[in-house]
């Protein structure tokens, strides 16, 4: 079963080639499974917690 993403950004920023925006700290990403993302840049790195989780099931 495919999952779920959640992706808090904690510090710096993020820019998302593809959607030709930055994200700083604060922002957060919730994808559906499938979902094109990416590819992302960086100048000075950043943190993200990754949550993964199943959709309830019926």
């Given at each position: 079963?495919p999952?779920?993403?959640?992706?808090?950004?904690?510090?710096?920023?993020?820019?998302?080639?593809m959607l030709?925006?930055t994200?700083t700290?604060?922002?957060?990403?919730?994808?559906?499974?499938?979902?094109?993302?990416?590819?992302?840049?960086?100048?000075?790195?950043?943190?993200?917690?990754?949550?993964?989780y199943?959709p309830?099931?019926?």
């Amino acid at each position: 079963m495919p999952f779920r993403d959640r992706r808090p950004l904690s510090d710096t920023e993020l820019h998302d080639l593809m959607l030709d925006a930055t994200f700083t700290a604060g922002h957060y990403a919730s994808r559906p499974p499938g979902m094109p993302h990416g590819p992302y840049r960086t100048v000075m790195g950043c943190t993200m917690l990754e949550i993964r989780y199943r959709p309830a099931s019926a």
